[in-house]
């Protein structure tokens, strides 16, 4: 059974910082492409970073210089370091596990993160 659970969502005011970690279990994590995604109210999901299996990362425009996102292959954790959060960051914050081969791919069931102006 594939679990993805989300932690590390909260209120934080524009300016700081928060760091989201996903830990996965039922999937050979070291395989997947990890990816985080988010969806504001009112709007489609939307990708935000990813990282692969040989540690090479991606960042939507948005967030870029202010996102860092990283893996744990021995803890099987995915981690999102968000700095100078805007309001606009405000959204639910999923995890998406994908792995290449087998072309299975799987969601987390999200973390609030809400900037406040």
């Known amino acids: 059974q594939v679990q993805l659970v989300e932690s590390g969502g909260g209120l934080v005011q524009a300016g700081g910082s928060l760091r989201l970690s996903c830990a996965a279990s039922g999937v050979i994590f070291s395989a997947n492409r990890m990816s985080w995604y988010r969806q504001a109210p009112g709007k489609q999901r939307e990708f935000v970073s990813s990282v692969t299996s040989g540690d090479t990362a991606n960042y939507s425009d948005s967030v870029k210089g202010r996102f860092t996102i990283s893996r744990d292959n021995a803890k099987n954790t995915v981690y999102l370091q968000m700095n100078s959060l805007k309001p606009d960051d405000t959204a639910v914050y999923y995890c998406?596990?994908?792995?290449?081969?087998?072309?299975?791919?799987?969601w987390g069931q999200g973390t609030q993160v809400t900037v406040s102006s």
């Open positions: 998406y596990a994908y792995n290449p081969v087998t072309t299975y791919g799987y």
